[in-house]
């Protein structure tokens, strides 16, 4: 079942778009202008990181920061680690 789960999960950031993450940002309080949306689509669908991966997640968050800032990069590491948590998914990060 896990397989299937971290298949599910990687299919939906390889195909997020841009204004789903907007949409995203919105309701989680993040400023993020669509220009800093598009290139976290291009970022996601051109490296493509494995979320279950410590190195890759780092990677992302690294990028992240170049996207936006390190305050915003920060708050989303913090809401990553919120929501796994919430939906009892430690076992997969």
């Not at 778009?17 to 290139?39: C, K, N, V, W």
């Not at 990028?63 to 939906?87: G, N, P, R």
């Amino acid at each position: 079942m896990s397989f299937f789960i971290k298949e599910m999960i990687k299919n939906k950031l390889r195909r997020l778009t841009s204004d789903e993450i907007l949409h995203y940002s919105s309701e989680y309080g993040f400023s993020i202008t669509r220009t800093q949306a598009d290139q976290i689509v291009n970022y996601l669908r051109a490296s493509s990181p494995n979320p279950f991966d410590q190195a890759d997640r780092d990677r992302f968050m690294v990028e992240l920061a170049k996207i936006t800032d390190q305050k915003t990069a920060v708050a989303a590491q913090q809401l990553m680690d919120e929501v796994i948590k919430s939906y009892g998914m430690e076992h997969l990060f």
